[in-house]
């Protein structure tokens, strides 16, 4: 693969790293505070990824496991997806998580779940647009699968053409078994400007 | 003053040290986790620490848990991206001197520094 992400020194994976550690920070404080809960934060790791190639995306332990994905989709000089994988059960912690019970915890799943997806696609990728100084705007979060795994998903043909950032970023409840886990995918045509960004605050440090 | 930054990221502890007043007199090291940061002071190379939380091998929790507990008056200056309310209440329990949320700037290390009576 011959991509500039793949290519990244470990310097520029360290600073987009830490971009990314920036960013996932603000998106735990949003989630605590909607969920009224303390989010444990995981180290996030970055693999660069082409997420058509089926031999990479089986490095990442999310990919195999079937899910709740849901997607939103960010515009501007940085452009792409984000997707939120939430485990099998994901939807009922959530819900339980937020106080919902019986029938009303069954129709509140679909909307929490995007609202959630909404609060940490706003967080990740505002934070890392303001600290690299573009604008970005937004469509509407939507539910992209159920119970499929992400592998198969990324290797449909709307997702050609992009890169990825694996954000192996774990998002953690565990007084409420509730998890969720971050993939951003950027378009090839923005992966330049990321690049450059990051050339350019290595070069101010 | 000897100064030990404690961050994972390389550029994380540029940033402090590029924060740091230009007057200040400093002696700096660097550990990447918290099992090098106490093996850092240990070897006496700390009075204030700067210390990320979110950290392979041993976090910033931990280190500071480990760190006042074998010095109650170890000075430590804590650096996250994690800003919730709870994280920082709890470092503040564990006994560190200030919160700094990141990216930090000179200003706010300047805030951090006089807030404990260091400048």
């Known amino acids: ?191 330049a400007t990321v690049v450059e960004v990051i050339d350019q605050l290595l070069s101010d440090i | 003053m000897k100064i030990l930054i404690v961050d994972d990221s390389a550029m994380s502890r540029k940033l402090v040290m590029k924060a740091l007043p230009e007057d200040l007199e400093a002696v700096v090291t660097q550990a990447a986790n918290g099992e090098e940061a106490l093996a850092a002071y240990h070897a006496g190379h700390a009075e204030v620490i700067f210390l990320d939380l979110t950290m392979p091998v041993m976090d910033g929790f931990r280190t500071l848990e480990l760190l006042k507990g074998e010095d109650a008056n170890a000075v430590v200056i804590v650096i996250s991206a994690d800003i919730q309310p709870q994280a920082q209440q709890r470092v503040r329990d564990l006994g560190a001197a200030a919160f700094v949320k990141k990216p930090i700037t000179p200003e706010a290390m300047q805030a951090a520094l006089h807030e404990i009576g260091l400048i």
């Open chain 1, 1 to 191: 693969m011959s991509s500039q992400l793949a290519n990244l020194r470990d310097e520029q994976r360290d600073v987009l790293q830490e971009l990314m550690n920036v960013a996932m920070g603000q998106g735990a404080d949003r989630l605590a505070r909607l969920t009224e809960t303390f989010v444990t934060l995981s180290v996030p790791r970055i693999h660069p990824l082409d997420v058509t190639d089926a031999s990479l995306l089986e490095q990442l332990a999310i990919a195999s496991q079937p899910a709740i994905i849901t997607r939103q989709s960010f515009l501007g000089r940085l452009r792409g997806e984000v997707m939120v994988c939430f485990g099998e059960n994901g939807a009922d912690q959530l819900a339980g998580l937020m106080g919902y019970e019986g029938e009303e915890q069954d129709s509140i799943q679909d909307e929490l779940m995007l609202d959630v997806t909404n609060i940490l696609t706003g967080a990740c990728i505002n934070g890392l647009a303001q600290q690299v100084e573009l604008k970005v705007s937004y469509g509407p979060p939507a539910l992209l699968s159920r119970g499929r795994q992400l592998q198969d998903v990324l290797g449909s043909q709307e997702f050609r053409g992009h890169q990825a950032l694996v954000l192996e970023i774990h998002f953690e409840v565990a007084t409420h078994s509730f998890y969720c886990d971050l993939l951003v995918c950027i378009t090839e045509d923005a992966v």
